[in-house]
């Protein structure tokens, strides 16, 4: 069974950066695409990037050119790079495997990592 690890939350005030990484158990980690996804208090998860086997990447428009994805396959890693944070952007962000639509292909997901984005 794969198991995710998130990491990396933490508070922020707007406009600052934050560092997420997961990482992915499991020996076939290179061949899936990979997402972030993100959960805000009452709302519904949400897709915030992708990332297929070969680096190709997609974003929500709310993160674009804000966040970058990216992943080391080497490790079993993805990461997510977010920068110009907004308080929007508060929420508790998941990694999983990813289908071609950005659906989630796990059903077990990881505890998640917190951001926080407040002065």
């Known amino acids: 069974q794969v198991q995710l690890v998130e990491s990396g939350g933490g508070l922020v005030q707007p406009g600052g950066s934050l560092r997420l990484s997961c990482a992915a158990s499991?020996?076939?980690?290179?061949?899936?695409?990979m997402a972030w996804y993100r959960q805000a208090p009452g709302k519904q998860r949400e897709l915030v990037a992708r990332?297929?086997?070969?680096?190709?990447?997609n974003y929500a428009d709310s993160v674009k050119g804000r966040f970058t994805i990216s992943r080391d396959n080497a490790k079993n890693t993805v990461s997510l790079q977010m920068n110009s944070l907004k308080p929007e952007d508060t929420a508790v962000y998941y990694c999983?495997?990813?289908?071609?639509?950005?659906?989630?292909?796990?059903?077990?997901w990881g505890q998640g990592t917190q951001v926080t984005v407040s002065a």
């Open positions: 999983n495997r990813a289908d071609r639509q950005g659906l989630p292909l796990l059903n077990s």
């Open positions: 499991g020996s076939r980690f290179s061949i899936y695409a």
């Open positions: 990332i297929t086997n070969i680096g190709i990447t």
